[in-house]
Antibody, heavy 123, light 108 residues
């Protein structure tokens, strides 16, 4: 059974940093691209960042480029999102999501999602 | 960036009704369009990928169609468990894969 479990969310002040983790199990982690998708309170979904199975290709939404860094450790079956220079508008539930395409380079179709971790940016 | 316009933003229908949601892309995205269902407090769930393909285990009352810029999502007979918000998502123009603003479906 595929499982994705996010952790690392919490309350942080504007300008602060946070690192999110997503522990994956139930599939060959290195074979699939992964993404972080966020949802601000009461709002819709936004793709934040994606990474290929090898970790060699990454992409970012314009709203987070230069502030967020996606990475993965395939030996630990874990996806990460390092978030720096956080702003109030980054407040959201952050989901990790698995791509459905075997050996896909950029995640495009999300067939499994974690339960999400809440990040609150406030003073 | 490709903009996705979903309509309506909300709807109310009776059990057994046919429900239709549309999603319009700001440019041609061929068939690179997915539909997700999100129940309150839960993560989204993939229902349809590549405009018209039902994901594994998804009930056949859900369907999708369209190509280019205009897409349709249909529930042929609304059930109480279908109460949720539905999102379209394009992945022709990356990054990122943009979502529509969502359609909240309620029971009348």
């Amino acid at each position: 059974e595929v499982q994705l479990v996010e952790s690392g969310g919490g309350l942080v002040q504007p300008g602060g940093s946070l690192r999110l983790s997503c522990a994956a199990s139930g599939f060959t982690f290195s074979n699939y691209a992964m993404s972080w998708v966020r949802q601000a309170p009461g709002k819709g979904l936004e793709c934040v960042s994606g990474i290929s199975g090898s970790g060699g290709t990454t992409n970012y939404a314009a709203s987070v480029k230069g502030r967020f860094t996606i990475s993965r450790d395939n030996s630990k079956n874990t996806l990460y999102l390092q978030m720096n220079s956080l702003r109030a508008e980054d407040t959201a539930v952050y989901y990790c999501a698995k791509d459905t395409v075997l050996q896909g380079v950029i995640p495009v179709i999300f067939d499994y999602w974690g339960q999400g971790t809440l990040v609150t940016v406030s003073s | 960036d490709v903009q996705m316009t979903q309509s309506p933003s909300s709807l109310s229908a009776s059990v057994g009704d046919r429900v239709t949601i549309t999603c319009q892309a700001s440019q041609d995205i061929t068939y690179y369009l997915n539909w997700y269902q999100q129940k309150p407090g839960k993560a989204p769930k993939l229902l349809i990928y590549d405009a018209s393909n039902l994901d594994t285990g998804v009930p056949s009352r859900f369907s999708g169609s369209g190509s280019g810029t205009d897409f349709t999502f249909t529930i042929s007979s609304l059930q109480p468990e279908d109460i949720a918000t539905y999102y379209c998502q394009q992945y022709d123009n990356l990054p990122p894969g943009t979502f529509g603003q969502g359609t909240k479906v309620e029971i009348k």
